[in-house]
Every structure is written in C-alpha cells, then in structure tokens.
C-alpha cells in the first residue's frame, strides 16, 4: 500500500514552454501533497505544501507564478513549470500524507530538462 | 526551527565493515525522525523512523539507528555493510505545522569490495 506514482519520469521540453507534472497516490487519499526540487548530487528542498482544494502554500523564495500546484482531488496534484528555462532543469519529486498521518510517501520523481 | 546536519557529505567502507551515518538535529520540540535513502535513479525509500517510542529504532535491510536526545543525535548504523548498500542516504526531521519534512544534506555511502 501507499503507493504514490508521477508522470512523466523524464521529460525535454523546450525553453519558454510549459510543462506539467502529476502526482498521484494510487491506494488512499492524500489530504497533503509536497513538492520538492532536488538539484544534482543536492538534498530535496520543499518548494510548496498543498491541501486539497484550498491554494499551495509556497516556500520562500519559490515563484508562485512559474510554478503552478493544483490539488484538485484527494488522489492527484499536479506542478505545471511555466515558461521553462534550462535553470528550472532539475529533479521534481513529490510526496503525498493521508488524513491524520505524519508520514510521507514519495514518488520516484520527474527529471525535467530544458534546452 | 527544525534542522539536520549531516556531518559527512561521502563515507566509504569496504564491504562487511560497519556503516556509520552521523546525523543531528535541531527541534523546538520532540521532533519525528527519519532516515531515507536513495538510489542513483531511483525514488526516496523509507529506511526508518523515530516517533518517540523506542529510541533504538531498527529499519529495513539491517539498519538501525538511535535516537539520543542529550546529544540531539540519530545517527545510522548497520553491522555489516553489502555492495548494494551504496547510495545516498538522508536525515530527515519533521518540520512545521503541515508535517513538511526537512531534509539534511545527504551522505554519500560507497562499498568497495
């Protein structure tokens, strides 16, 4: 159990583009869902807390406007990178918490290049 | 605030020598712990977790680790390290209100045969 899966697994897209990330957990709810970016060879850094139904709640320094989260039901969220830059190269992953839980389940992530 | 250090960025050992993974934390109150590990290409895998039960925690594939609060330490141990032990490892420490987790920096674990 607690599944949580994300598509694509690696995705190019060109610069200026926009591309859209999904999160989904397969087998419960998730009442939160995290974005996190991990750099090359660098630890995951939170880029925003989301709640189903309600807006993301960013992190510091984290462009709300660029980097768009939708928790549009208990099962799916999605991280849309508007007009991609090869800075926003990275590896996303996300996780996903059940009602009541503190423990995270994590995706195998989404590796995004930008030429 | 919430924080982990990792105290080495890359520990190498041979294989079947002891693994030792050090890890403290910083916490306003009595945080959840957690170590992870990650494999090149691969997702974020539970190794263990503290929640203010038993201090010595035991995790998967013979990792254990102990939580000490006198020394804000959770460090990772395991008897006797194999080849596919290598990876990235991370502490991990629960952070605010929502249970977003904060991530130390990683340590690189290499086995040499």
């Known amino acids: 159990g607690a599944v949580v899966s994300q598509h694509p697994s690696w995705v190019i897209c060109k610069s200026g583009t926009s591309v859209k990330i999904e999160c989904r957990s397969l087998d419960f709810q998730a009442t939160t869902m995290f974005w996190y970016r991990q750099f090359p060879k660098q630890s995951l850094m939170l880029m925003a807390t989301s709640n189903e139904g309600s807006k993301a709640t960013y992190e510091q320094g984290v462009e709300k406007d660029k980097f768009l989260i939708n928790h549009a039901s208990l099962t799916l969220s999605t991280l849309t990178v508007t007009s991609a830059h090869p800075e926003d190269s990275s590896f996303y992953i996300c996780s996903a918490v059940s009602g009541g839980s503190y423990e995270q389940y994590f995706g195998p992530g989404t590796r995004l290049t930008v030429t | 605030a919430q924080s982990v250090t990792q105290l080495d960025s890359h520990v190498s050992v041979s294989e079947g020598t002891p693994v030792l993974l050090r890890c403290n934390y910083s916490?306003?109150?009595?945080?959840?712990l957690f170590w992870y590990v990650q494999h090149p290409n691969k997702g974020l895998q539970l190794l263990l977790k503290?929640?203010?039960?038993?201090?010595l925690v035991k995790g998967i594939n013979g990792f254990e680790a102990e939580f000490k609060k006198s020394e804000t330490s959770f460090h990772l141990t395991k008897p006797s390290a194999h080849m596919s032990d290598a990876a990235e490892y991370f502490c991990v420490v629960t952070g605010g209100s929502q249970g977003n987790l904060i991530f130390g920096k990683g340590t690189k674990l290499s086995v040499k045969p």
């Open positions: 916490s306003s109150y009595s945080p959840s």
């Open positions: 503290y929640t203010s039960a038993a201090t």
